[in-house]
């Protein structure tokens, strides 16, 4: 074994990217690996380290190397594989690799803080001959211990001490007095803690593929044998049964002996989802998300670390699970934020899934109904392989979509916020006993509340973002940071008692429609009303049995659940994303209008979808109400080639941060002047300037973005950032790097 070892240590500060070298003390040399917690000396300070490598000799004087102090995890938390995932994670995102080791790794397990849980089990310490007799002797002195001892005979196994002084229906002392005689003897064993997940006994058997699943399935599990590293885009319309496919194929990757992940944007909003793989699979399935307490997750990854289970399925960080002999990657849904992470490192699990695939040399396939304009464009390049399932199973056709201009509306004299239209919609499926969604993507009551004297909008004190008003709890909140102040009785500008609230968010809506229609059941899903634990499960679980009539939602509401009674699905406002000043609100305003529209019209009950806009010209819009992908797509591209926008270009965002508006500025601009020396590397550079949200949680934002026609160039340029200019800027003002940022705000 060699001498020397590489280590990273856990202190993420400018400069300490880099690995230090420890010498390994003989009495370690056997047991030391790659991917072990190690306590090492640093300075005067003792600090955790991961081991990254190996040397013969030391990249410093041998005479000043110290000695790896002792090995805190016997078991290596990453093997080689992970650990060139890892690197490349933090090279092409520009992070430090000890904060993507701790991103990849669950937080119990690197501070050894969670470990197994172990439990002390009482169990006979005689033969049962002997055991028999004492009984017999027990029962007239002592019948409390010699019902202990009989069940214990009875049972043939063994009980926490709780556990069998409840059966024998007596106290834990009687327990302990048997204990202290030598009748019994303590085991320890480890419990292991499992998430609590659902069955569906319709869906555990295989069902019949359709011949548009067939081919799909043929495709992938070709790539699955052949063991070779294909991308595999799964164009699938809402019920078209991509779920179906991901089943099967992975019975294929099982019987190969091999392990698969399948990502989804958010599990407590999938719960269908994981339903379907927990009935199909069982305990080979592991569930990996943020709502499992440390040491469940801490089990659920050992589980896959044995090989145990050899499924893993969660969000955005499952893609770093520690899957045995990997074989396939799915990203469900490839299109959805969420899989992209909002702060350092900024990675995104479909570039990740994508390397993890190439180094490992295994399919990935990403599924989407809507897929991202950047992975179809990849498609038609080539790039990936486009599988399509055009038509949803069981004859279920898309169902009808009006579009409700509602300038219309107003011109009419109706000036509330539901058209004639969705109003009678409503009241049929009602009538009919059938169930409606109503999405907006506003929460609260009001978007904000504003002075008619003065003008004077009431904004948050630490953010640039007006507040929102909460009927409710009758109070304003700050959706970004959550502060919250009582509503003022006159505007804290001019003094007027006129200040109002304007526009409606998902609480006004379930308000006026509870006013509509009394007699109707009428739920709302939203941040606001899901924050407690289970409270996701409880709506839908709701819903699903029918007793709600009227399900109002922001976009909790449009994913995954295929309820066949729902009939309506009502968009309040189409234009509430599209007026984001994003070059992918319109890509998101289609998803979004996609997917909503997909929750009706599943088994016999024909659906119908009304949506209301102020702008029904918009391509995003109409393209949406006519189910056609291709036809916005083709726009799509068409705007962001003009644009200079991805996929023809790679963006970069910096974000300059800080609680001194002057700081920043200058930090951002001395960024800018930097920056200048590479312009002619740099196809376009938009700002310094203050960020659309100039203020966020008290601190001042301005940015920078780049844009690079040339991936390398862009590596080229942010690694000389990275070493010439962020390692020398201390101080106050925090310089942010978003590569391929999803949102510019
Ligand atoms: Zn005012
Ligand atoms: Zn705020």
Redesign the pocket.
Known sequence: MARYARIIVDIPVAGLNQVYDYTVPEGLRERTRIGQVVTVPFGRRRVNGFVVGFAEKPQIEAGRVKDILKINTEEPLFDEEMLKLLKWIAAYYKSYLIKVIKTAIPTGLVSGRVGKKRIGYLKLNQPAEKTRELVKKLKKRAPKQARVLQILLESKRSYSKSKLAEMAGTSSGTVSRLLEKGYLKYVEEVEERRPVLEKDELVTRPFKPTAAQAGVIRAISGSIKEGSHKIFLLHGVTGSGKTEVYLQVIEEVLQAGKGAIVLVPEISLTPLMVRRFYSRFGDEVAVLHSNLSLGERYDEWRRLKRGDARIAIGARSAIFAPVNNLGLIILDEEHENSYKQGENPYYHAREVALKRGKILEIPVVLGSATPSVESFYWAKRGRFHYLELPERINQDKLPPVKIIDMREELKKGNTSFLSHDLERAIEDSLARDEQVLIFLNRRGYANFILCRECGHVIK?Q??D?SLTYHAGANHLR?H????TRKVPKNCPQCGSKYIREFGIGTERVEEELSRIFPGAVIDRMDVDTTTRKGSHRKILAKLERGDTDILVGTQMIAKGHDYPNISVVGVITADTILNIPDFRSAERTFQLLTQVAGRTGRGDKAGKVIIQTYTPGHYSILAASRHDYTGFFQQEIKLREKLFYPPFAWLTNIVVQGYEESSVMVGAQKLGKFLQQYHKYIDEILGPSPAPINK??KRFRWQLILKFRDWNLRNFVLTELEKRFLIEQQGDVVFNIDVDPLKML
Do not use: A, S, T
Request: proline share 0%.
């Open positions: 948050c630490n953010c973002i700050c970004y940071c959550d502060f966020l949680r």
